[in-house]
């Protein structure tokens, strides 16, 4: 009994002894972070030219922290850029329907025009430039540009008056008058054509709208009598599983996707059923713009429904993303798990390997140029007509 007492008594203490070294350490460490921090801190405030702007310095920080992490897709939203966040991955839109940005003569330029939106209804083009709203030059608002985008968010049923130049090769510049009223629109985030006897389904982006947009997307092309489809996820990078998963559903008839956490523990992370699925051949379009779930999504695809990978090597970066709120209605985002198909395994460091290694040529990237010169959905089209 002593010696089992004294055994037990040294055991314990090592076990103590190691964890109380390691608290010591994390302590340590917090320690030199803080008191750097501190140093720089006072050293600043003590020289620098100006007043400072304590909100921003906390903010740098959080997104200097996140960034330090050394994950790629780590990131750090305001409560205002969470909203928003929020907002787009609920998949509808009140507003007057285009994206924007500065164009250098500080006027507002449209980057793009959402399908079924107010301004496409009202007749506005990607690449017109705003020079005025309601009546007022851009450049002579007190607030500029500025001032003059926040007069876009408004409510439903507003009406915005915009002056638009557009520049085309057969008309030239010309400057029109538009009234654009706001409304409640879906974001359209799924698109599909026909080519050949090939559905051609297109992430556009991604939100809570999309497992059913993909959907109709799908039966479409079915009555359109496609005996194949190509799903094309090159240039989408994103992190949401649960929607991830949902798309997968629609398509398979079952695999799974293993979520593998830093303690050792594994969970199932999607679960496909067969309430829906995709009885024909399927090819995926990949390249190394493809990242995190969208890699994942394509490894389903390949081990559960036998589909042929195209194009090139992916980001390497499949994993779950957790979301933590903060006390003040911030949020950081950060990987917590590494996601994992049946015969994949772990696609972080090393992506997705294409079935076929595909690139495009020169100058031209998916979706913008006509199919005869992209060569990966070329391909595609070959292995699924068994060409």
């Known amino acids: 009994m002593a010696i089992t007492a004294a055994v037990t008594f040294v055991i314990t203490g090592n076990y103590t002894l190691d964890k109380f070294n390691k608290k010591i350490t994390g302590v340590n460490e917090k320690q030199e972070l803080y008191s750097k921090i501190s140093e720089i801190d006072n050293f600043v405030r003590m020289n620098y030219v100006t007043d400072m702007d304590e909100h921003k310095i906390i903010e740098g920080m959080v997104s200097g922290y996140m960034n330090g992490i050394g994950d790629g897709f780590a990131a750090y939203m305001t409560s205002e850029e969470y909203a928003q966040h929020q907002s787009m991955m609920l998949g509808v839109t009140e507003g007057l329907g285009f994206s924007y940005d500065r164009e250098p003569g500080g006027y507002i330029l449209i980057t793009d025009v959402e ?38 968010k408004v409510s439903e049923g507003t ?32 698109k599909g054509s026909k080519v050949n006897r090939s559905g051609w ?85 990949v390249n190394e713009r493809t990242g995190g779930v969208s890699e994942v999504f394509a490894a389903a695809l390949r081990d559960y429904a036998g589909a042929k990978v195209v194009g090139t090597s992916t980001v390497g970066n499949g994993r779950y993303q957790m979301e933590y709120l903060c006390s003040d209605g911030s949020v950081v985002i950060f990987s917590t798990a590494e996601l994992t198909t049946e015969n994949s395994g772990i696609i972080t460091g090393t992506g997705v390997i294409p079935d076929e290694s595909v690139s495009l040529p020169e100058g031209i990237l998916p979706f913008e140029g006509d199919i005869a010169s992209d060569t990966q959905l070329l391909r595609a089209l070959e292995i699924l007509s068994g060409e």
């Open 115 to 152: 399908a079924g939106g107010p301004a496409e209804e009202a007749g506005l083009l990607k690449g017109d430039i705003i020079t005025a709203v309601n009546n007022t030059d851009v450049i002579a608002f007190e607030g500029g540009y500025d001032e003059a985008v926040s007069l876009f």
């Open 159 to 190: 009406r915005v008056r915009l002056y638009i130049k557009r520049t085309t090769e057969e008309e030239g510049t010309n400057f029109i008058d538009y009234s654009v009223i706001s409304h409640v629109s879906e974001h359209i985030t799924v």
């Open 201 to 285: 389904v297109q992430w556009q982006s991604i939100s809570e709208k999309t497992p059913a947009q993909m959907q109709i997307v799908i039966d479409e092309l079915r009555s359109m009598g496609v005996d194949s489809l190509i799903f094309d996820v090159r240039d989408l990078d994103i992190r949401d599983a649960k929607i991830m998963g949902q798309c997968l559903d629609v398509i398979l008839d079952h695999g799974t996707v293993t979520a593998a956490y830093k303690d050792g523990h594994t969970e199932e992370m999607i679960s496909c059923t067969d309430e829906t699925s995709v009885e024909m051949p399927i090819c995926v379009l």
